[in-house]
T-cell receptor, first 110, second 110 residues
Framework: EAQVTQNPRYLITVTGKKLTVTCSQNMNHEYMSWYRQDPGLGLRQIYY???????DKGDVPEGYKVSRKEKRNFPLILESPSPNQTSLYFCASSLWTGAFFGQGTRLTVV | GQQVMQIPQYQHVQEGEDFTTYCNSSTTLSNIQWYKQRPGGHPVFLIQLVKSGEVKKQKRLTFQFGEAKKNSSLHITATQTTDVGTYFC??????????FGKGTSLLVTP
């Protein structure tokens, strides 16, 4: 089954404690991206990757890092989370013919 | 940068009424995509429009792309309770970023 898998689905953490949200896709897509969704602000792109070892900033990259060492994986790293990063995060793969989204990760930073 | 505006923000209809959401871009788009997100779910790709003036139908849903490729609309005929959710348009320009509108949340009461 074609899918994008994110883990964890829910996470509560404390300010400053590094965390990683994993994302994996099984469709061999070259393009992957991360979004955050906040009430009233819609979906905003954090980072995207055109292919292995190729990443670029989206609209709201501050406070986030990504890596693309393998085609199927695109982890999102928060080196020092802050409360303003409390949000719903989505990973997606593919672009030009429609994006496939993961189930989402609801992150709370206290 | 490219901005995508979507109206209305909310729409509450009685089951059986029609519904339309509109999307406008500040720049010419190479394509526009539409997504639906059910409450508590993730965005799901509905359709992509590429050609100027293009009209596509999916059962009760009709999608249009403007002649100038800067605006689009989604029209639902005779809404059903299963249509509840948030509908997003997302514009793709010549770059590699999908810019989402803020979405229209549709509530359908029986």
């Amino acid at each position: 089954e074609a899918q994008v898998t994110q883990n964890p689905r829910y996470l509560i953490t404390v300010t400053g404690k590094k965390l990683t949200v994993t994302c994996s896709q099984n469709m061999n897509h070259e393009y992957m991206s991360w979004y955050r969704q906040d009430p009233g602000l819609g979906l905003r792109q954090i980072y995207y990757s055109m292919n292995v070892e190729v990443t670029d900033k989206g609209d709201v990259p501050e406070g986030y890092k990504v890596s693309r060492k393998e085609k199927r994986n695109f982890p999102l790293i928060l080196e020092s989370p802050s409360p303003n990063q409390t949000s719903l995060y989505f990973c997606a793969s593919s672009l030009w013919t429609g994006a496939f989204f993961g189930q989402g990760t609801r992150l709370t930073v206290v | 940068g490219q901005q995508v505006m979507q109206i209305p923000q909310y729409q509450h209809v009685q089951e059986g009424e029609d519904f339309t959401t509109y999307c406008n871009s500040s720049t010419t788009l190479s394509n526009i995509q539409w997504y639906k997100q059910r409450p508590g779910g993730h965005p799901v790709f509905l359709i992509q429009l590429v050609k100027s003036g293009e009209v596509k139908k999916q059962k009760r849903l009709t999608f249009q792309f403007g002649e100038a490729k800067k605006n689009s609309s989604l029209h639902i005929t005779a809404t059903q309770t299963t249509d509840v959710g948030t509908y997003f348009c997302a514009g793709l320009d010549s770059g590699y970023a999908l810019n989402f509108g803020k979405g229209t949340s549709l509530l359908v009461t029986p």
